[in-house]
């Protein structure tokens, strides 16, 4: 008898509990480890520089104000990729979108008078309503001709980004000499600060309200909600949820334009909560960071909003150890990357279970002696 083993891969009937919630807490924890490694080539030790970066960040006023400004796009984003996912879509255009709300409320800023409680709403809503109807485009390709909202939503990231260079350039241009940037936007279109109670964290402002309240918002949407629960079945089973009775059309455009909104909105807090004016590739890929974002977050919109938290610290803690340790910048992208391969790893095995069985086979017969002879 030969003992052979072979490698068995097959599809999973349910998901554990243990392995469908614990994902998001393996795919971190794997990250730092490996991540660990290279800090250990740096000649860095990585339980100090994790400690610069988390510990340190989280426990000064200027690290949790940097964390919850850095979080208010990267939530919002993350919320405009996971309503989606939802219902089975890819946004992958949210930095596109956030883009489009940039450019739309930096003009009505600019352009509209009044106090500030009119001006920053209307903004918001001019600048939702600018991402929202840049995520219809791919809504209604995807649900009227069935054409990938992956690419359209790709391709008019790559638009939104190059149309805002091209007005800061020439329609919208504004300062002093040949810097591509718009007009300073005025007091009462900058974004109003909640932290004056506190002076330590004055820079606070309301867009982190937004933030919270667009969580809250999409949580009960996709709990409380007919349409909700519609996103949802869809996203489990199109074809079924078609033939219950669901206008799968209908929902397909509705989470593309919602993802939109929000991206949209993003895009005007950044403006006029942090930048203060347009300017040529003001986001640092925001949109694209969304995407691991609401993998992270897939199960729920709070999981969501803590998984933008989590790469904030992820940002500004990997600036506190660049200075604390003399490490590259880069290593912060290194963490990233490892997520979102750790991610994927771990969809993989919620999908399929891997076992090894052994088997047991007969020996072939050797050649007789009367055969030899």
Avoid at 60 to 84: D, M
Wanted: hydrophobic share 55%; charged share 15%.
């Amino acid at each position: 008898m030969v003992a052979g083993y072979e490698l068995d891969v097959s599809a999973r009937e349910r998901v554990p509990a243990w392995l469908a919630y614990g994902t998001p807490v393996f795919t971190v924890a794997a990250a730092l480890v490996v991540s660990g490694v290279a800090l250990l080539a740096l000649g860095v030790n990585p339980v100090a520089a994790y400690g610069a970066m988390f510990v340190d960040t989280l426990t000064t006023p200027f690290g949790i104000t940097e964390v919850l400004l850095r979080a208010v796009p990267l939530v919002l984003t993350g919320l405009a990729v996971y309503l989606p996912l939802r219902a089975g879509l890819w946004n992958v255009g949210a930095e596109g979108q956030l883009y489009l709300g940039a450019i739309a409320g930096t003009w009505i800023g600019i352009n509209v008078d009044g106090p500030g409680f009119l001006v920053v709403p209307v903004m918001l809503v001019g600048a939702g309503v600018a991402g929202g109807l840049w995520g219809l485009i791919p809504g209604l390709l995807r649900a009227r001709r069935g054409v990938n909202e992956i690419i359209v939503t790709l391709m008019l990231t790559f638009v939104g980004v190059e149309l805002a260079g091209y007005l800061v350039r020439g329609p919208m241009k504004g300062g002093q000499g040949n810097f591509p940037v718009s007009e300073t936007l005025p007091d009462a279109a900058q974004l109003p600060a909640i932290g004056n109670l506190l002076p330590d964290y004055g820079r606070i402002h309301v867009g982190v309200l937004v933030a919270i309240l667009a969580t809250i918002a999409i949580r009960y949407l996709v709990r409380r909600t007919e349409t909700g629960y519609e996103v949802t079945v869809t996203g489990s089973n199109a074809e079924a949820a078609e033939q219950s009775g669901i206008d799968v059309e209908w929902v397909y455009v509705f989470v593309l334009v919602a993802g939109g909104v929000l991206a949209g909105m993003a895009g005007i807090i950044e403006i006029a909560g942090i930048q203060g004016r347009l300017r040529p590739e003001f986001s640092p890929g925001y949109g694209f960071t969304a995407i691991p974002i609401a993998l992270l977050g897939r199960r729920g919109a709070l999981r969501v909003f803590l998984a933008g938290l989590f790469f904030a610290i992820l940002v500004v803690g990997g600036s506190s150890m660049e200075l604390a340790f003399d490490v590259p910048a880069a290593i912060v992208e290194v963490i990233q990357a490892l997520v979102i391969l750790f991610l994927i790893t771990a969809e993989f095995f919620k999908r399929y279970r891997i076992g090894i069985e052994r088997e047991d086979r007969e020996e072939p017969a050797g050649p007789t002696a009367a055969g030899e002879a």
